[in-house]
């Protein structure tokens, strides 16, 4: 998707030295070429599957909807995220509603949406089931069942290790799932786990199936017939330029191993999976202005776009690639910092890159999981526009934030 022309950077067929003027900066840019490659190269790989889009990396509307009309279904982890997955588009039938701590009012609201539940402990079964009963509904829920794998990735974005906020314990799941069949309003059709994020390895996948393979049948033997069996997001992209594992090669990992397990089962689950940042991450990318290079200590290059905008960097160490927009080069070592008044508040740490001077227009690269949905409105600054390129067409898809934003919400009582 992006490509240089004359020494520009382009994305699909529009210069980025063009958006930046056009719209304005910073602005986050998608490619809707390649995010439709991606969602393509899943359903290849996977065309007996189930592809639930983890709604929680990106949830724009019209990226979504790109998305949801290529027949995909929806992870959603709130009832706002419920609420936009419905609007763009997802069925009903193919959204999972995940969460370890769902409130009364977001249950109610999923099973007004006669969506399937991921459940986290007994306590919320409990009250699915009571809330399900008093609008004489019974709804389809899965276990969210933690298999203890190390995963490989960032602390912070592991979700399958022992010590992990997320999911039943292996051990109890036999217990949560008689609870389950004893219980009038809820129906035990599937499981599902979620190992962690940013993963660049297929071995923990396989590995977490075969942990779990004994619980299948144990579960069948007390009586659970499973429609699907959720393996869960966290294939990784290729932030580095290092090379990362594809949708094809995730499913030449996990799909025999699922087969094995499902011959060995009396009911024919369907695999089902969730992924987010390998649908939407390389398919965006963010353009900010500079608006000073400073010498000093070290040489800072110093944008308009800082963790208010992107937080990977700050929160995870997380490495993303730079480009400037009409120059090529290595001339300096350069730290790209954003402008929001806190020393952290770094985007890419000593990068080579072509002299660097005040007005250039930067690409942060691979932006669009977990980007703009993270971002905020910290050090008073609105939140920026995403824009959707289509071959030579641009148009906006998320307008900028204008101050009055800051305020909207915010009342003054009169005593003051
Ligand atoms: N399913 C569940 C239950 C999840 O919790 C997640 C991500 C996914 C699916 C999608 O995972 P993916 O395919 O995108 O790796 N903000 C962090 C990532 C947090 C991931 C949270 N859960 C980051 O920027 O790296």
Redesign the pocket.
Known sequence: MLSRRNGILFIEDVSTIYLAQRFGTPIYVTSKRQLEKNVLAYKDAFPNSEI?Y?V??NNNLAIMKIISKQGFGA?V?SAGELYMALLAGFSRDKILF?GNSKSEEEIEMGILAKVKF?VDSTDELRTINEIAGNFGEEIEIAF?VNPEIDPKT?P??A?GLRESK?GIPMEDAVRAYELALSLENVKPVGL?F?I????LETSPFVEAMEKLEKLFFELEKIGVKFDFIDI?????IDYEGKGAPTPRDLANAVIPVFEKIKSNLSSKPKLWL??????V?NSTILLTRVNAVKKGYKNFVAVDAGFNIL??PV??G?YHRVLVADKEGEDEIYTIVGPICESGDIIAKDRKLPKTEKGDIIAILDTG??GFV?SSQYNGRPRCAEILVNGEKAVVIREKESFGDLIAKQRIPEWI
């Open positions: 639930l983890a929680k990396a992870d982890f995940n991921s969210r960032h912070k974005i979700t997320f599902h979620h962690g994020s940013q993963i869960g997001g966290g294939l990784g969730e992924p987010g940042r390998s649908i991450g937080i990977r929160m995870y997380a999981a977990y993270m």
